[in-house]
């Protein structure tokens, strides 16, 4: 046998060499905002939580969920629950055995994240 020269081998392709399809983009997404959801959900029991105990204790909870921090991470939350929302219609829509083909999941997709932009929007505008 002979030694294998590995110096001059090609490196196996990953992540970085090829541009992810937008489908594994999403999917990927989906499910990191089905944690952040949990994260948002830990965040609205620990507020009412608060609230039960004390109105000092509730004050210092609501100082720090209402601080621009706080308000990013609610932001975040609410477009995180929308785009889980969206994107779990589309994927009834196909357990239901539509919207395989390779342009209607890509039209979905950008449908998804447009619907999840514009009712986060939407409702930031009713809130305030």
Do not use: E
């Not at 609230?51 to 990013?72: E, K, Q, W």
Request: glycine residues 8%.
């Amino acid at each position: 046998m002979t030694k294998l020269d590995t110096n001059r081998r090609p490196l196996s392709p990953h992540a970085t060499i090829y541009r992810w399809p937008l489908n594994a983009v999403l999917s990927i997404l989906h499910r990191v905002t089905g944690v952040g959801l949990v994260v948002g959900a830990i965040l609205t029991v620990w507020w009412l939580l608060a609230a039960t105990t004390s109105d000092s204790y509730f004050y210092f909870v609501n100082s720090l969920l209402t601080s621009f921090l706080g308000d990013t991470v609610l932001v975040g939350s609410l477009l995180a629950l929308w785009y889980h929302g969206c994107n779990g219609v589309r994927h009834l829509i196909w357990d239901i055995g539509y919207g395989f083909k390779a342009q209607h999941v890509r039209t979905t997709g950008w449908m998804a994240i447009a619907a999840a932009i514009l009712m986060t929007l939407g409702t930031l505008v009713i809130v305030s």
